[in-house]
């Protein structure tokens, strides 16, 4: 039988044919599709005259075919696992590493990159080939093209084992995900949506009755709502342990190897440290510019939340529980204290707030500021739980979207956005497959699925990441959609989060799951209203996480990170009442891969510029501006890499931005 992932695709727009791949089939593909990739930079390498069309631009299409095997993959490695899968992440960990390695070392192929760089001059280059040129020979660069013998060796060595750590990271925290959950016998305060989330996790994991698992999706609303402290604290320390629970699928020993081998790395390329060298190519540049952003919000943040912390204590204390307020106790006291300050709690909002509606307003966004349609498609997908649909504009065909938004057990926690195929035009006109990953609580059957408010945004996030990949218009694929600056990557997200607050979005489409009614306008005041609420805590507990990132690759690796971490978090002035969002042993952002490591803090540099960026919308003609909507995608969602990340923000903008309009969204301007 033919092994469909080499073979050609008659799914409805090239979609991979999931319905007839098997797990048997990716491996004799990835290692078929990997003798073809080296056939095609051989190939490159053929002695004839270096041209960008015969270096570049072959370059780029060199691993089609794997890249063609490995798209699928990965996008049910991470969303459906299983044992098999599993294991074939961490055979292929290794071969893509040393393959990659290879590329890089490959002398003849960066002597022909050398060669048109030193020559960029002469060769009138479009400005999207000179900044392609750039960023060829800076990865080469960059990933050790100009080592020699041992160094050269040793950095192959070096990114293999971080490419079988991450893997080995990411499975260890997904089986402690896994493997964990807490029966709930009482339901004390637990509104109904909690208790049939509960009751739908029990089914999957067939114990007998309503459980809790570790899915922030239903974790968290069980910490605001159970009455229970004891069952609180035992959830909460479960959470929070991930990664650390000794045996087999602990993560402490694999970060303290991770980060000695990332300042390895570093240091064989020249550079001090892992940040200095990881932060040479973002927006931010030093790690004392990270630093400087984190410590000016930190402060305000910090104080907010220490003021927040006295409240939430005086009310369990109230409550005729021990002090001092503890870090089970504190979302429990906050769902109170908004319950009473702005008389709003989650069970009034769940129901206004419906999965179906939220993807329709997310979609009816995307059309009324860049004349998107969403047409449900039929197509074989990865899992039952996903569904798709064509994106067009004016009947063009745009992309493809997938949406898979439950949570289960094969499904990593988090939510992400990826793009099986990326747009691109030097093989055709081709058009992206772009997947968006939640982990909402799955509703029983026959119910709709209600989202919490912070879900929704959630929704709203990860389409923004969408609508990057979905309207980029460039020619090459390594500068296509996200391929931006990491600490740019998050604007779009985060600024498309900002039309789930537009009143008139939320007056159309938040309405009650039984009745239909719409949000009334008092209860969407009171929402929105609310919406700077506890935002203390929860800026006090993301800018722990990224100033540990960076302090962690910043200086000298630390032999135990765990140490380490307490001294970052007692150096900082830590709230005893708040933990970092994500603990080392779980921090898989960090730790899972390269991509967000020293790179944590890049929500924040993002959110500076989408605070600035939706109040140009507003000062302009509203948050429908078609002018400014224009601007937004011709300069930044349709620009993909193909310029400076700063340079496509003064474009849009006409300027950077401080961090005023930041606080000020939060709530924690003075």
Known sequence: MTNPLLSDWTTPFDLPPFDLIEDSDFAPAVETALDQARANIAAICDGSTPTFENTIEALSLADAPLEKALSPFFAIAGADSNETREGLMRDFSPLLSAYSSEITANAALFARIE????????????????RVLMLVHRNFVRSGAQLKGAEADRLAEVKQRLSVLGTQFTQNLLADERSWFMPLDDTAGLPDFVIAAAQSAGAEKDAGGPVVTLSRSLIVPFLQFSDRRDLREKAYEAWTARGANGGETDNRAIAAEILKLREERAQLLGYENFATYKLETEMAGTPDAVRDLLMQVWTPAKASAEADAKILEEMLVADGQTAPLQPWDWRYYSEKRRAAEHDLNEAELKPYLQLDRMIDAAFDCANRLFNLEFTTIDAPLYHEDCRAWEVTRNGEHMAVFIGDYFARGSKRSGAWCSAMRSQQKLAGDIRPHVINVCNFAKPPAGEPALLSYDD??????????ALHQMLSDVTYDMISGTSVARDFVELPSQLYEHWLEVPEVLEKFATHAETGAPMPRDLLDRMLGAATYDMGFSTVEYVASAMVDLEFHDGPAPADPMQKQA?????????????????????AHVFAGDGYSSGYYSYMWSE????????????????????????LETHILSAGGSEDAAVLYQKFRGSMPDATALLKGRGLAA
């Not at 060669?115 to 000179?130: G, P, V």
């Open 115 to 130: 060669t048109l760089w030193d020559q960029r001059d002469t060769l009138n280059l479009t400005e999207e080939q000179a």
């Open 456 to 465: 929704a945004r959630t929704l709203f996030h990860e389409f923004g990441h």
């Open 567 to 587: 001294e970052i978090l007692e150096s900082i002035g830590m709230p005893a009442a708040i933990r970092m969002r994500h603990a080392t042993p779980h921090f």
């Open 608 to 631: 500076v510029m989408d605070a600035d960026a939706f109040d140009a919308f507003l000062a302009q003609g509203g948050a429908f501006d078609p002018a400014m909507a224009e601007k």
